[in-house]
């Protein structure tokens, strides 16, 4: 690291920040990087390759983000970066790349203070730790990212069969699951109760799309709910912005939205009380790495 100054680090940051103030939805962190690449190209230096055969110039950022995310100007989640209101305010603020990254640092240093025992921290350990961050985000970069190319193959059915079977595993009691064919917008339903006498009848739909589903797509489903029922959307591709709005302002027809994301955390949460033949269709294992800093 001994070539990258506090002025390239902010000239990385801010680019990088720029990128992501125009995808507040987040990026993936490879998209990022590619675009940040693009952006402001790297130097001699960065063209190169450790022995490790990891980038230089990727290695750079990762190792420069570090301190913005303890500043909580940046977000990072399951592989995606996305740019906090702090960090957008950050970024209209210090508009010299040197006091950008001189701020996230001094911020950076307060937490690392917060946290101090009575034993200083040394510089070797301060890199050790460095090293497991950049280590661990890569991991789960790499993790989600397979585990999205998986459930975006599954065959529908099979993907109807994993939500229903997540819904077992969380105590509720499903009573139908829609056959091939046309289902009237409907893929499940199930209760509280293995003979369904107690109230609300839960309504999903499974959608596995690429893009979001939109507001009128939810509306569609919520014309289906009568007035005990409760509705729950699964799907892959998330929501748009007005559809989360619709869904959170509901005065009497509820209804739960599931991405992804949300998805497989409960699939995580839930996991040992999935039956085989749940674990078969989207099986899970742990690896444990050395833990960054929190």
Do not use: C
């Not at 937490?111 to 961050?133: C, F, I, L, N, V």
């Not at 009691?173 to 091939?180: E, G, K």
């Not at 609300?200 to 939810?218: A, F, N």
């Not at 209804?255 to 699939?267: F, H, P, Q, S």
């Amino acid at each position: 690291m001994a070539q990258l100054t506090v002025d390239r680090k902010g000239e990385l940051g801010r680019a990088l920040f720029s990128i992501l103030l125009d995808n507040p939805e987040g990026l993936p962190a490879q998209e990022a990087i590619a675009l940040l690449r693009k952006r402001v190209p790297p130097t001699d230096h960065e063209k190169g390759y450790y022995k490790s055969g990891v980038s230089i110039y990727d290695r750079n950022i990762r190792f420069t983000t570090i301190v913005y995310v303890k500043a909580g100007w940046l977000l990072k989640e399951k592989g995606r970066w996305t740019i906090t209101e702090l960090g957008s305010a950050a970024l209209q603020k210090y508009t010299q790349p040197e006091d950008f990254h001189r701020a996230a640092s001094k911020l950076y240093t307060a937490w690392k203070q917060s946290r101090a025992t009575s034993e200083e921290t040394d510089t070797e350990s301060e890199e050790a730790g460095s090293s497991a961050s950049i280590t661990f985000d890569q991991a789960e970069e790499q993790a989600w990212s397979e585990i999205q190319a998986y459930l975006s193959t599954i065959n529908p059915y099979e993907f109807q069969r994993l939500v229903a079977s997540l819904l077992r595993a969380m105590g509720y009691h499903v009573s139908w699951i829609a056959p091939p064919g046309k289902d009237g917008g409907l893929d499940i339903l199930a209760w509280n109760d293995p003979l369904g006498t107690r109230p609300p009848r839960m309504k999903v739909q499974v959608k596995r799309h690429e893009s979001p589903i939109g507001v009128g797509d939810l509306r569609s489903f919520m014309a289906l709910l009568a007035e005990d029922d409760v509705g729950i959307f699964v799907s892959t591709g998330g929501f748009t912005k007005d559809a989360e709005d619709e869904a959170r302002t509901q005065p009497t027809r509820k209804v739960t939205l599931l991405n992804l994301e949300r998805l497989y955390e409960l699939w995580v949460e839930h996991y040992e009380k999935l039956d085989q033949d749940a674990k078969d269709i989207f099986p899970l294992k742990p690896i444990y790495f050395l833990s960054p800093e929190d």
